[in-house]
């Protein structure tokens, strides 16, 4: 027997897909309540212009580092998916981060050299630069890490220890807060030693698993070679489009820079982030999803892939949609909670971003299934058409009224945000539903009836507590009277009516019965 093997064990037989994924819903769900506490910290400690310098400089980064994944990480997910005992598929890719961060510290120093960094990185510092350039490498790593974890199946085991990572983290942050120490240096410090801490979390997981039992880190110049050729078979589809779509967010985060400035940068980083929040939940299911597609897929099961897709997707939409409808009818109160008064003006920025989640979730899920199934060229093809028609919408909402444009800020940036997402991931859905055989039209009318019923159950409850607590209610304890009703009102509504939330009556009378047997009802 090879000394890397490991004999699967019933607790693997049975870490089934529904078990992962309420492991990373509650993760997930962990991670929503602190996430909501440290949007409530890190705005505030560093104020609008800090803030939008780190997220501009972030953001140009991580579209860097994009730039060169080119769907790389995807195709290294799926393929290790598939040959979970093969370890030299990791060694060749952590060669690949290792070349990509020695090309981004050449450019940088290049560009430094050569009087380009205030063109690039406008009012920037150096040091912050170089920091800002090694955390995208850093965080890139990190979801690696976590995609390898989910590869190996070795998804329970991860999420119970990423619970107590994120509670530390928020402890670190709030401690930095409190003791007036959060500032833009701390705070890159602070990410650093939360992916550093999450990085060697999961590698020991997966190597106390058994995986990764090297004998030699080295690659012969054959092996390299033939990884090599099988990356770029599956990836150069997307390199066009990936290439065009960075380039233009690079641009879309540079002339917001170069126009609004950092307190514009802040005020759609901070719009962002709550965006991110309501993802939150669905944003789990989408290396299992890309994984169970890439199973069903190599077994030749086109039935499976469109039950899971039937089954899953409408119900991961309409929880994100639950979310999102209260945060942008709730965007004023959410603005100044999470960034406090210096953040007033981002609310309309807050208010459209809120939005983006809910497609966004299409676009996970659709985007996976043209991964999963190889489908890379037309997955590039329709994600290039709208990278590109992207770029005038961004010119005309963000340019100043001397050079034609309507000087939007952060909410142009937002609103071209949500409006391309919008109708891209439809074309992907469309394109999605006929390779499996599903009714397109089906889904846009379910789009319709979730948005819409739970925008209108928020907004009449709005507007019913505003008249019932008054306008001076705190805002807190106005927020928290409008959830708990909103989530009653919902709750009830999908019970009569179960397919807005893509569910029919068999899924409602299981969930019934699962509590009737729990031991704190029962």
Known sequence: MPKNYRIMTFDDMHDSLKKRYFYKLSTNALGLILGFFNQAIIPRGLGPKAYGDFNFLNSFFTFLVAFFDTGTSTCFYIKLSQRQREPKIVLFYVYFIGAVLLFMTVFMTVANLAGARDKLWPGQLTGYIYLAAFLAILVWATTLAIQMADAYGLTVSVEIKRMFLKIFSLALIALLFVNNKLNLLNFFIYNYVVSIALIALVLGIIIKRGYLLLESWKLKWAEVKSYALEFYNYSHPLFVSSSVGVVISMLDIWLLQVWGGSVQQGFFGLSNQISNICFFFTGAMTPLMMREFSVAHGDNDIKRMATLFRRNIPLLFS??????????????????????????????????????????????????LFYATGQTKLFRNISLFFAVIGLPFTYILLAPARFFGLNMGAGGLAIKTVLICIIAVNVQL????????????????????????????????????????GKDVNIILGLLASGTAYTIVVGLF???????FGLVKTDIDRLKGLLLRSPVIG
């Not at 009318?445 to 928020?458: E, P, R």
């Not at 999908?494 to 807005?500: A, H, T």
């Open 494 to 500: 999908v019970y009569f009516y179960p397919r807005i």
């Open 319 to 368: 929880v994100t949609a639950f979310i999102s409808c209260f945060a942008v009818v709730n965007a004023d109160k959410l603005t100044i909670i999470l960034g406090g008064g210096k953040f007033r003006e981002a609310y309309m920025a807050v208010a459209i971003m809120s939005i983006y989640p809910i497609h966004r979730v299409y676009g996970q899920m659709t985007g996976s």
């Open 430 to 469: 469309y394109f999605n539903s006929r390779f499996l055989g599903l009714s397109f039209w089906k889904y846009i009318a379910h789009q319709a009836a979730s948005v819409g019923s739970f925008l209108f159950i928020a907004v009449l409850i709005s507007f019913g507590l505003r008249y019932a607590m």
